[in-house]
């Protein structure tokens, strides 16, 4: 799975409202940005499907302290990562100074998962559930040469993994190569 920018919508979109300071956002300081007229219900209710960030989490926050975080809902979200991601390698690539796509939209979110994925992490190793976050100084809005470079030695060695026997999930699952489907996180 090669993401160009693993987003939380959700926190996209309340950044621009902020940043160009829609009504909207400054009646509540953007609590209740949510079902506005900048946001609306059914804007919401898709999101809340696909967005990688509210699958897990819903429309509440990423948690800031993991400890805080009860048994019962981490092995909800255990369930959730396994079902969603699990033998999947994630690539994330994002330009520090990107200005529609701020990195900081994300980081959240991102921080989280490289946290449960990383050592000691309580998703450390399940799965095969592999998190690659480069963020490109200087780099803007855009898909530079350097960054071409790295996703396609990233995807070599994803498939030179898969030689060594990194099984995809359709194929774990006893499954076949055709057809097509989606994945959201």
């Known amino acids: 799975m090669l993401w160009q920018a693993l987003m939380t919508f959700s926190e996209l979109l309340r950044d621009r409202a902020r940043r160009f300071g829609r ?5 509540n300081n953007g609590d ?40 019962e809902t981490k092995a909800a979200l255990i369930s959730r990562l396994t079902f969603r991601v699990g033998n999947k390698q994630v ?20 921080d989280f998962l490289k946290h449960i994925t990383g050592p000691a992490g309580w998703f450390e190793g399940k799965e095969g559930l592999l998190i690659d ?23 070599a060695e994803v498939v030179g993994r898969s030689d060594r026997g990194f099984k995809p999930e ?3 699952k006893g499954g076949s190569t055709t057809g097509s489907s989606k994945s959201y996180l």
């Open 91 to 110: 690539l994330v690539q994002s330009g520090a100074v990107d200005k529609l796509v701020p990195y900081d939209c994300s980081k959240p979110f991102l």
């Open 23 to 27: 009504d909207s956002y400054k009646a």
């Open 32 to 71: 209740t940005f949510a079902n506005s007229v900048d946001f609306p219900p059914a804007l919401v209710a898709s999101l809340s499907r696909t967005d990688p960030k509210a699958l897990l989490f819903s429309s509440s926050p990423v948690p800031k302290d993991l400890s805080s975080i009860s048994s």
């Open 133 to 155: 976050d480069r963020v490109y100084e200087g780099v803007g809005h855009r898909f530079t040469d350097g960054m071409m470079d790295d996703a396609v030695k990233w995807i």
């Open 170 to 172: 359709w194929e774990r």
